[in-house]
């Protein structure tokens, strides 16, 4: 009875994984404004945080990993750190052509890391790590859904706590994937309507930790086939805006991202992460 439940709900899972990222892929737009003077942009909540994380949504003309080094201020203290983002599904190109199978934000990956498998997008984002950022910098890695999943992942790697000291990990919209293995503070905060922060296999291997390790805020949205809450409530609800970029609420840590040293990378599916680093827009 047991393994039938888990078989069950792995088949839920499953689905609630392709369908939400279906729909989230196909109605994001990848083109985003945001505003900044001179080269630096200072981010103070999560509402701002997670607009310069939909940056990485750029239908693959730039790639889904960002890494810009910038400057941590908390508790009245400035400390260096490079701040590490992974974008979440996109299985469309900037002509709205599909990369499926291409770029590795799509739901295949969505699956195989909801479940805590192997996958490219993974080592692409790792092969970066190691190559791109110096030994011993410190780390902050901030996601959403699909690249919140990987950043656990990343911060759970035996290899990149070895190289790097990681402050801590900030996601929206994202289950848990390897609890308690992470280096350094995993904060998940959640929209009460967005069902995609429990699809992972963590639902019924620790469902205690999975529900009430997250933090969640109601931002008016309901459940629906569209999936707004995961869509918009992150970005757009200003519920959001009372957490700092640690996901502390009331909290007053900032970020002041180098604006001018963002790189981005390419992910495919080859196995090999493109270390070009595509040039700004």
Not at 55 to 64: M, Y
Not at 206 to 213: A, H, L, V
Not at 230 to 240: A, F, G, L
């Amino acid at each position: 009875m047991k393994r039938t439940w888990k078989t069950l709900t792995s088949i839920l899972l499953t689905l609630v994984l392709l369908v939400s990222t279906a729909v989230v892929a196909f109605a994001s737009d990848p083109s985003v404004y945001l505003g900044y003077k001179g080269d630096t942009l200072k981010l103070k909540n999560m509402n701002e945080l997670s607009e310069y994380m939909y940056l990485g949504k750029n239908g693959g003309s730039k790639g889904p990993i960002m890494i810009a080094p910038a400057t941590y201020k908390h508790n009245g203290k400035k400390y260096s750190v490079y701040l590490v983002v992974l974008s979440d599904t996109e299985i469309t190109d900037e002509d709205d052509n599909l990369m499926l199978l291409d770029q590795t934000t799509d739901p295949l990956t969505d699956i195989m890391v909801g479940f805590n498998m192997d996958n490219d997008y993974f080592d692409n984002a790792k092969e970066v790590l190691m190559k791109k950022v110096p030994k011993g910098s410190r780390i902050i890695f901030a996601g959403h859904s699909l690249g919140g999943m990987v950043e656990q992942q990343l911060a759970a790697d035996s290899a990149i706590q070895k190289r790097f000291k990681i402050l801590y990990t900030v996601t929206t919209g994202t289950p848990a994937i390897l609890p308690g293995e992470q280096e350094g503070d995993v904060i998940r905060l959640g929209d009460t309507h967005d069902i995609v922060n429990y699809a992972s296999y963590v639902l019924f291997t620790d469902p205690d930790y999975q529900i009430n390790t997250l933090v969640t805020e109601d931002g008016g949205y309901s459940y629906d086939i569209l999936f707004k809450a995961h869509r918009y409530s992150y970005r757009e609800n200003k519920v959001w805006k009372k957490y700092d970029v640690r996901g502390t609420k009331n909290g007053k840590d900032t970020l002041t991202v180098n604006m001018k040293k963002l790189k981005y990378y390419k992910s495919t599916y080859n196995g090999i992460a493109i270390l070009n680093a595509a040039p700004q827009a």
